[in-house]
């Protein structure tokens, strides 16, 4: 007999935006594997007994993909019905392609199930569109946090400052003074806004802004943490104006500077 796995997006966080069929799909698995990013009511939500940590953090305790892929196939061989619960989607930097191709090798019949990306929520959440007809049309999105064992980095952060539009960088709160020094060094201006989303739509939400110049010591001094968001283009300043009129404001916790 062989189960089933559903590679399945938590969204942001906020259990509000589980989509209806995420939710069913995770109270009706027999076994959850979750990563470090659904949002922690989302995560106590589910009974502990079907739960199984398998998540990463930079720099910290992490699961090798390997385990995952190979816990994947064994408790759906073994006729259990197992959601993949990941954070934003599983197709956007989620390592849900992987997957994928991994229980397609092994015969596991499999569904993916979209999620709010982070990448578009994260800084909307914060007052600040990615998309915006005054300031740009076009958006490009890129991971901090590459594969380690790559002798060196696929992204081009020159060609990406040449193209301008808003940049959207997820898991590269701690890699930000290479890169902000990359598109520096590769003209973009010093003063383009920057906004830092931290544990976008948690409790505690945080967001601090500054220019590509002085980003760095703003998320030093405002001690800004994994998960965050980094967006770099003019749509970051329009948080300014919004800011007051957020949901999502003073009283969660954010820094509204």
Known sequence: MTG????????????????VKARRLVDEADVVLHDKLPGP????SIPEAKREDVGKRAGGEWTPQEYTNHRLVELAEADNTVVRL?????????RGGEEAEHLAANDVPFEYVPGVTSAVAGPGVAGVPVTHRDYTSSVSFVTGHEDPTK???????HALAETGGTLVVLMGVGKLPAYTGELLDAGMDPETPVALVERATWPGQRVATGSLADIVEVRDREEIEPPAITVIGDVAATRARVAAFLRNGPDTGEDNR
Do not use: H, N, Q, R
Not at 151 to 156: K, L, P, R
């Open 41 to 44: 009511e989302i995560l106590t």
């Open 4 to 19: 089933k796995v559903y590679l399945v997006g938590s969204g942001p966080g906020d259990p509000e935006l589980l989509t």
């Open 151 to 157: 002798e060196e980095s696929a992204i081009d952060w």
């Open 86 to 94: 990941k954070g934003g989607d599983p197709f956007v930097f989620g």
